[in-house]
């Protein structure tokens, strides 16, 4: 996927460790672009110099060095910064590359969690919205029809805190898709009552057409 990337000078590239590849790693980094990866544990890189870093911060270890593999070595002859961090979270240490010699070194680990946040944003997609298929498949396309289930999705979470419905979002999507075009009082689809025997819950309740 890297060779049909169109690199932009100064946009960060932030990839797990299964896009490590040092030959089009260099192509990024040729192009002015930046990138911040997880090394595999058999890389081999030749430390240069560290610089001092705030322990107190999560951070290990903040170090130059370039690739020390007799293939790495020729397909990325430059400089490398490694980055070691404690998560305060889980304990674990983890490891970071980047070609982005100059940023604070905790902006470079904010910069890949914030990939997982990406990564969350597509589990909740796959997990809340209802889009089954996609029916252009142009960028445009995409980012629209996601952007309208995002819509649908926070319409119906208001009209469940106005009408104080007990019911789980998804079951209250599933109500409405054969619904939808039913000229009937929201409440009285959800709860299956006659609003006219709940005067109360009438006042407040919202009209799928005005």
């Given at each position: 996927m890297l060779d049909l990337l169109l690199p932009e000078p100064g946009a960060f590239y932030i990839m797990d460790r299964g896009y490590l590849d040092f030959g089009r790693l260099y192509v990024l980094h040729l192009a002015a672009?930046?990138?911040?990866?997880?090394?595999?544990?058999?890389?081999?890189?030749?430390?240069?110099?560290?610089?001092?870093?705030?322990?107190a911060t999560g951070l290990i270890c903040?170090?130059?060095?370039?690739?020390?593999?007799?293939?790495?070595?020729a397909t990325y002859p430059d400089k490398l910064r490694r980055i070691k961090y404690r998560d305060p979270e889980t304990g674990k240490a983890l490891v970071f590359l980047t070609n982005h010699l100059t940023l604070p070194a905790l902006t470079i680990v904010r910069l890949y969690r914030c990939r997982w946040q990406v990564e969350l944003f597509f589990k909740w997609i796959k997990q809340h919205l209802r889009i089954k298929a996609f029916y252009g498949t142009t960028e445009n396309a995409v980012r629209t029809q996601i952007w309208i289930a995002v819509s649908v999705y926070v319409l119906v979470a208001i009209v469940r805190k106005r009408l104080?419905?007990?019911?789980?979002?998804?079951?209250?999507?599933?109500?409405?898709?054969?619904?939808v075009f039913e000229r009937m009082p929201l409440y009285q689809v959800l709860t299956d009552s006659?609003?006219?025997?709940?005067?109360?819950?009438?006042?407040?309740?919202l009209n799928l057409f005005s």
């Open positions: 672009g930046f990138f911040v990866i997880r090394p595999r544990s058999n890389t081999k890189l030749r430390r240069l110099y560290s610089r001092p870093v705030d322990k903040d170090q130059i060095v370039i690739p020390d593999g007799h293939h790495t070595g104080e419905i007990s019911l789980p979002l998804y079951t209250m999507l599933q109500i409405f898709s054969p619904t006659d609003p006219s025997t709940d005067r109360a819950a009438s006042r407040n309740q």
